[in-house]
DNA sequence: CTTAATATGTCATAAGTTGACATATATTTA
DNA sequence: TAAATATATGTCAACTTATGACATATTAAG
């Protein structure tokens, strides 16, 4: 019967939370019978779920009880690195959608799920959605030319991006002139639907971005990247955050 | 010091986590010495967070070791029905922009936040997926004369949306002449940067689509909306999906 | 002012957790 | 192939925690 068998307290707990998630009304007693538990061992739980933050409230007296404010819920989550930083696209991109055109309670989402990461992977995780930045929506000329990214370069881009490393490729530029390049990675930039690389280039010794569909060949080095001041990168290319 | 005490049992747990979410090696007998424990018990640990679904790796011998594969993780997130919808929201638009232009584990990831939903809400869940459409760029005519949607406006489509509620609301089109409307909300739509309303309008009987924000006014009813066949939907509206 | 609800305290006992010890199994290294 | 170093698992007495029964306080609605 249903999701655990409620052999173990931890079991218990969680179906003690399903039951709230639902949007019934529950009294105390009614919770504890469907629990087969006493009624002093419910109140317990919940004072326990009241400590470790759920967002539990009870009214007292005739037609009381008590609910649970937040009904959806995930309870655990285990992301790869390539996932966490999927999840850090995903809200930031959203965000950006969000602060043009209206207010949807994304903020109170990315605020949650940003504190939701434990204190050791926070400090990383916010250093991480800094460096991702939305632009305006690509133009026409852009759009017409551009390609699928290859999976693998993709992945080392998101991977160097991720650990801020040092990246060697070759690159295709706008009149099919091939050369070789060593980058720091610094911002990830998106100009729906067509993602860029800002970063510190090697070759010219400049500041410079990279349309990510016209590298042809990658590969990772171990070299932390130099972390050099922020400004200079978003004025060298500020056309292309203009419009939104 | 630290997170917690160590008092309880689910204190430990936590503390553990965090230790293996560290990038550092560790054998067995290392974290049980760290966290005060027999080694015995710490291999039981090991076993009840295996069970619990974490994706935990040993390898025996020489230079072995434990260690947990998403290193990455959130621990619970409680979201209100506004938050829950956020988080589809962002995840559907990063999907459409992940067919189209790369895979970069968003795929694991969406499926992975979608599991990570109780089961009684993921019938729901899947369910408002599906009626989350992602379709091509506005034109240059569109982002020419869009406006910000009102917060209060947003809300209420929202709420309807994920309710399935009729919505009554008086309408704007682009001759600056006002209808009031009756309408069921079947899909949400994004023409990136503008929201559409796809569904059944009972002024005309027919199969209608609204852009978001030339809604001037609006309510929530509590009739639920009539189900009707997904095809005719879609068909009626081809254009806004071509390019993508 | 009665009834129905949450909230909290106490204590004997039931249930679960722990560490010590033993042993099995897998892997690397010499 | 033997030694060393890991994880993996079983058992049991001692210890710790969780539980239910009972009592009582507090709050709100009718």
Redesign the interface.
């Known amino acids: 019967m249903g999701?655990s068998d409620l052999k173990t307290k931890?079991d218990r707990t969680s179906r003690l939370?399903?039951l709230l998630?639902?949007e019934e009304h529950w009294t105390t007693h009614h919770l504890a019978s469907e629990l087969n538990i006493s009624h002093r061992t419910l109140m317990r739980d919940l004072e326990e779920l009241k400590k470790a933050g759920?967002?539990i409230e009870a009214d007292r007296g005739r037609g009381g009880g008590v609910r649970?404010?937040?009904?959806?819920?995930?309870?655990?989550?285990?992301?790869?690195?390539?996932?966490?930083?999927?999840?850090l696209?995903?809200?930031s991109?959203?965000e950006a959608?969000t602060e043009?055109?209206?207010?949807?309670?994304?903020k109170?989402?990315k605020q949650?799920?940003s504190t939701?990461?434990?204190?050791?992977?926070l400090k990383v995780i916010n250093e991480l959605r800094k460096r991702i930045l939305i632009g305006k929506?690509?133009s026409d000329s852009v759009?017409r030319n551009c390609n699928?990214?290859?999976?693998k370069i993709?992945?080392d881009v998101?991977l160097a991006f991720f650990d801020s490393k040092r990246l060697k490729f070759e690159y295709c530029n706008e009149n099919t002139i091939m050369t070789s390049r060593e980058f720091d990675p610094h911002f990830l930039l998106l100009n729906?639907?067509?993602?860029y690389l800002l970063g510190w280039d090697y070759l010219s010794d400049e500041v410079r971005i990279f349309r990510i569909?016209r590298i042809r060949t990658i590969s990772m080095t171990n070299q932390v990247i130099i972390r050099r001041a922020r400004p200079q990168f978003i004025h060298a290319y500020e056309s292309y955050f203009t419009n939104l």
């Open positions: 999701k931890n939370l399903g998630r639902t759920y967002p649970l404010n937040g009904r959806w819920g995930i309870e655990r989550l285990n992301l790869t690195n390539k996932e966490a930083i999927s999840l696209l995903s809200l991109v959203t959608l043009q055109s209206n207010d949807f309670g994304s109170g989402l949650k799920i939701a990461f434990p204190e050791n992977q929506l690509a759009l699928r990214v290859n999976g993709w992945d998101i729906w639907p067509v993602w569909d």
